[in-house]
């Protein structure tokens, strides 16, 4: 008898699947004082590959705090598909112009109306080291459905996937 062998997900891919077509995630920095400080942050439509790269001015108060404190948080959240998504890694503010240009999206006017020539026109990069996400691919029904049966046995109820990914020991290249 055959058994079904399950194929673990590279990591990346994986996570790339999961923001792909969220637009806004919540960044999350560390203040002067400790606090936590949370602001949306637009996201680019391309392909994860372990970093995530946002636009932003020069001279910003997040732009303090990551370099005061490099920690971050990203969290995705998209809950017409029961989709959440938390990363955390390792910010750094980015002064390169050909990176912007190959990141610029004409939507950005909106923030940057002087285009690539602003002089604030900044970026930072996320080094994503680790993260947990929440999926339910099943439809509402099957949710239900789930739901109702945890209440009548007494089992917990899980709605989907839920795992916790370290891509610094998932044996992954991030270059």
């Known amino acids: 008898m055959a058994t079904k062998k399950t194929e673990k997900k590279n990591p990346i891919a994986h996570l790339s699947e999961l923001i792909r077509g969220i637009k806004v995630a919540m960044m999350t920095t560390v203040e002067e004082d400790g606090t936590l400080r949370s602001r949306p942050m637009w996201t680019h ?3 994860f590959d372990g970093e995530l ?3 932003t001015r020069e001279h910003s ?3 303090d705090a ?3 404190d490099h920690h971050v948080n990203l969290s995705y959240s998209e809950p017409g598909r029961d989709r959440y998504v938390s990363v955390s890694g390792l910010a750094r503010l980015v002064l ?3 990176k912007a240009r190959e990141l610029w999206n004409p939507t950005l006017k909106a923030w940057f109306p002087e285009g690539l020539d602003d002089p604030e026109l900044a970026l930072i990069c996320v080094q994503v080291n680790k993260a947990e996400y929440w999926d339910t691919p099943n439809s509402r029904m099957v949710q239900l459905v789930g739901f109702v049966k ?3 046995t007494g089992e917990p ?3 989907g996937d839920n795992e916790k990914v370290n891509l610094d020991e998932a044996g ?3 270059h």
Do not use: A, H
Request: charged content about 40%; glycine content about 4%; hydrophobic content about 35%.
């Open 45 to 47: 439509d391309r392909d």
């Open 53 to 55: 790269w946002f636009f």
């Open 61 to 63: 108060p997040k732009v």
């Open 66 to 68: 990551v370099e005061r």
């Open 96 to 98: 390169d112009k050909e």
């Open 150 to 152: 945890g209440v009548i």
């Open 157 to 159: 109820y899980r709605p």
């Open 172 to 174: 992954t290249s991030l």
